[in-house]
């Protein structure tokens, strides 16, 4: 939230309740789960708006986003700084984080190629959910 302010976005109590859903759920969420577990609470939020405040977040590095089936997914950033990678698990949108690197093993054949960022996932089904498929 001090980050929020700092940045110069006003803090309001819709924008609080997004941030405690995620630093509840600590999961990859759509905009559009964030509308259903938003609903209650506040009826009229539009999808537009989560979507906004959503990219906003993640522009200001709150959260973290991810894209898969066609589908933009919001988390709460990890707070843990040391270089990483995730598993997401594709039915509920858990994390894991892995601690191998892939740009380790490629280092070899950049033949010179000057690397400023890379982007690594790991999709599959977690624990929980395989027992369920
Ligand atoms: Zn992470
Ligand atoms: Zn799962
Ligand atoms: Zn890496």
Redesign the pocket.
Known sequence: MDLLKEKGYKYTDKRKDLLSLFAHEKRYLSAKDVQESLKHKYPGLSFDTIYRNLTTFAEIGLL?ETEWEGERKFRFT?S?NEH?H?LICLSCGS?K?IHTCPMEVLNSELNGFNVTGHKFEVYGYCTDCKKLN
């Open positions: 973290e990890c843990r990483h995730h994390t984080s």
